[in-house]
């Protein structure tokens, strides 16, 4: 069965904290995705990747497909990066996103 | 481009009405997606659709239909509405199958059954 498990489920930290999410999956996968949604419920496509790490700004998204684990991170955190970080799964030959449950972050001024 | 675009925003339904839920997008992208999201659980897929003409069911199909007659348009019907279908209900596009394009969501449709 394909399944996605982050960690933590809720995360509060100081604003300018160094912020790591988790994220772990059962099989092999073609990518994986990290979302993000905002209190007012939009979500939004940070990264896709399939290898590596990427960056854009201050997060940062590793996986490593050995141990089927990937990381979200946010430098320097600020307030307005509170939000809901969902990971998602998808699979060769399959059109559909397995989702993890989330992360709630909330970032105090 | 307005994206993906969802309507209503907010809707109460009483048990057994029926309702259709509107989602387009302008991207011209082929595959569509309708998503549940229900408090501390991750999004689960509905149905999806392939293409004009094409659709098929995902994880939690029951008590909902679709139709996909344009490439634009991917409207959700609920017979016979049910208190286990409150939810928030998201409707996604992509130019091709999850595995290899981001999804693009639309703004989410919130819906309480009474």
């Known amino acids: 069965k394909n399944e996605v498990e982050q960690s933590p489920q809720n995360l509060t930290a100081q604003e300018g904290e160094f912020i790591t999410i988790n994220c772990s999956y059962s099989?092999?996968?073609?990518?994986l995705h990290w979302l993000q949604q905002h209190p007012g419920g939009g979500i939004v496509s940070l990264f896709m990747?399939?290898?590596g790490k990427k960056k854009h700004g201050r997060l940062i998204a590793t996986i490593n497909i050995q141990e089927k684990h990937s990381s979200l991170h946010i430098t320097a955190s600020h307030p307005r990066d509170s939000a809901v970080y969902i990971c998602a799964a998808s699979y060769f030959g399959n059109e559909k996103l397995t989702f993890g449950t989330g992360t709630r972050l909330t970032i105090i001024p | 481009n307005a994206g993906v675009t969802q309507t209503p925003k907010f809707r109460i339904l009483k048990i057994g009405q029926s309702m259709t839920l509107q989602c387009a997008q302008d991207?011209?992208?082929?595959?569509m997606y309708w998503y549940r999201q229900d408090p501390g659980m991750g999004l689960k897929l509905i149905y999806y659709s392939v293409g004009a003409g094409i659709t098929d069911k995902g994880e939690v199909p029951n008590g909902y239909n679709v139709s996909r007659s344009t490439t634009e348009d991917f409207p959700l019907r609920l017979e016979l509405a049910a208190p286990s279908q409150t939810s928030v209900y998201f409707c996604?596009?992509?130019?091709?199958?999850?595995?290899?394009?981001?999804?693009?969501f639309g703004p989410g449709t919130r819906l309480t059954v009474l």
């Open positions: 996604a596009s992509n130019v091709a199958g999850g595995s290899y394009n981001e999804q693009f």
């Open positions: 099989v092999g996968i073609s990518a």
């Open positions: 991207m011209n992208h082929n595959y």
């Open positions: 990747l399939s290898s």
